[in-house]
Nanobody
Framework: QVQLVESGGGLVEPGGSLRLSCAAS????????MGWYRQAPGKQRELVAT???????DYEDSVMGRFTISRDNAENTVYLQMNGLKPEDTAVYLC?????????WGKGTLVTVSS
């Protein structure tokens, strides 16, 4: 079992930055691919970014060049540095992680971009 806990969300003005963190804990040998989805009110959940255990990354087109995903395997933690935030980035950001063929989800952290 893997528990994922996100942190770092909040209210930020357009153009601002936030850094999200997601720490995995529980009884597992290793965590594989990790990443972030987001879900805005009234919209479907969309993939934001993923990172493999060997640091191969992938980004959704609208965040490329503004967001950076990274991870610390020793701490089983994944980060999402978000720069140049736009109002359309407002959403609940959910962390996910694969471990032993099972996909786990965090409860999410709210990011609100507004002046």
């Amino acid at each position: 079992q893997v528990q994922l806990v996100e942190s770092g969300g909040g209210l930020v003005e357009p153009g601002g930055s936030l850094r999200l963190s997601c720490a995995a804990s529980g009884s597992f040998r290793s965590v594989g691919s990790m990443g972030w989805y987001r879900q805005a009110p009234g919209k479907q959940r969309e993939l934001v970014a993923t990172i493999s255990r060997t640091d191969t990354t992938d980004y959704e087109d609208s965040v490329m060049g503004r967001f950076t995903i990274s991870r610390d395997n020793a701490e089983n933690t994944v980060y999402l540095q978000m720069n140049g935030l736009k109002p359309e980035d407002t959403a609940v950001y959910l962390c996910h992680a694969w471990s032993n063929g099972v996909l786990y989800w965090g409860k999410g952290t709210l990011v609100t971009v507004s002046s």
